[in-house]
């Protein structure tokens, strides 16, 4: 019988009309040789994988982690909203769009990449390097607080052999636009497809914080042809990086899993009839009564410091330049939202890698999150000032932010008195 499946766009029962490129999955495994083993970094071209999902795939790596001595695996999605559903939103409500089969096709995928990266590995040296890219983003809510830096790792192998990129840049992966019905990688597949042709190296791309909502800038009418050259020049600014660090091999990381409230109702309910794959936990305090497991990395190679989330998380929440009461939407001023986690690292330049190891949709600072006041987290809603509020409608709720930057303090105080 012949499967159908869903484009993870912008809309809902939007069945697949054909092939415009493949989707991939790339990982870049990396050790310190310090005796506590490697680390895996796997990037899939997908929208985003539920929790549930990475640990069973996780699950049926235990033997590969054994055999090579892996102490760490993340999985993470480029947020590609041209590739299939792999959530369960974007097929015919109420059913899911999540077809089983393809599940087992992306685990396959990431197994075959991680044995790929392992056999794959060199001695080399690792560097760091960045540029600011001007003119390609844009920030569709204000406030207008986004990363324009993309960050490179670079690995050189020691024999001369191919060179490994790993990218992190923030915008969603959604320049086919919400007609498309063509399966693809979206813009990350043809930044490879260049940086590969025009220097033989191998790209693992992630996004960063893309909450906000970050979206690249069209070129031209033509959608297809706008996708590749919004690739190809992205990938110009990635090998246009100069002034590179050279890394200390040394890695260290701390995973800490937490409990999110889910105020969202919608999602709960499609936890229950099966729209979405995710376990729910009971809660005193939710609203509901329920809350996720989910989990953060915190990641040090050499001097780079970073943070894995499992979310859109918006930028302000990272670097800070929160709206003020009057330009909120209700007027709530920023003391009611939680440090930003830049500060809290010490770490002016803290680099977020998004949807890492789950998706928990956007998470918004809580002096601007509005919902509608009829059908909330279903209906959108404009604020006071005229300004849409639909990332509230794919979050789990107003606490979410400060749950986030309260774990991440305390995972950084393990982090310094380990260091003392």
Not at 79 to 88: P, W
Not at 204 to 217: E, K, R, T
Not at 219 to 235: F, H, M, P, W, Y
Request: proline share 5%.
């Amino acid at each position: 019988m012949r499967r159908k499946y869903y484009v993870a766009g912008y809309n809902c029962w939007n069945p697949v009309k054909g092939v415009l490129d493949v989707p991939h999955a790339h990982a870049l495994w990396l050790d310190d040789h310090s005796g506590r083993g490697g680390i895996l970094f796997v990037s899939l071209d997908n929208v985003g994988m539920l929790r549930k999902d990475v640990l069973a795939v996780k699950k049926t790596m235990e033997g590969f982690k054994r055999e090579t001595g892996c102490r760490s695996i993340s999985i993470v999605s480029t947020h590609n909203h041209a590739g299939i559903d792999t959530m369960g939103l974007w097929g015919p409500l109420p059913l899911t769009g999540r077809n089983p089969a393809y599940i087992q096709v992306v685990f396959e995928a990431i197994r075959a990449a991680a044995k790929q990266a392992y056999e794959d590995r060199r001695e080399g040296s690792l560097y760091l390097g960045s540029v600011e890219v001007e003119g390609m983003q844009n920030d569709h809510r204000l406030p207008e607080v986004y990363s324009k830096t993309l960050t490179r790792l670079r690995f050189v192998p020691n024999d001369g052999t191919r060179e490994i990129y790993w990218i992190n840049f923030a915008a969603h992966s959604e320049s086919l636009g919400g007609d498309n019905s063509l399966v693809s990688a979206d813009f990350p597949g043809y930044l490879r497809k260049e940086i590969l042709e025009r220097t033989g190296a191998e790209t693992v791309y992630c996004v960063g914080a893309i909450g906000g909502m970050i979206s690249m800038d069209r070129i031209g009418e033509d959608r297809v042809e706008s996708t590749k050259q919004i690739g190809k020049n992205l990938a110009g600014f990635a090998l246009s990086v100069t002034g590179e660090k050279k890394l200390e091999p040394v890695i260290n990381l701390l995973t800490q899993e937490f409990y999110a409230e889910v105020d969202n109702y919608v999602l709960m309910v499609a936890t229950k009839i099966g729209i979405l794959q995710a376990d729910r936990y009971y809660s005193k305090s939710a609203p509901y009564g329920h809350m996720l497991k989910s989990e953060m990395t915190y990641l040090e190679i050499g001097g780079l410091k970073m943070l894995l989330l499992p979310c859109e998380i918006f930028p302000e929440l990272v670097f800070g330049g929160y709206l003020s009461a009057e330009e909120s939407a209700e007027g709530k001023g920023p003391e009611i939202n939680p440090v930003p986690l830049s500060q809290i690292a010490g770490e002016e330049q803290l680099l977020i890698v998004g949807l890492a190891n789950d998706e928990l949709g956007y998470v918004i600072p809580p002096n601007d999150f509005l919902l509608a006041p009829g059908i909330p987290y279903l209906d959108r809603v404009k604020d006071r000032l005229g300004r849409n509020h639909y990332e509230e409608t794919n979050s789990t709720g107003p606490k979410t932010a400060q749950t986030i930057a309260d774990v991440f303090a305390g995972m950084m105080e393990t982090v310094r008195a380990a260091g003392e």
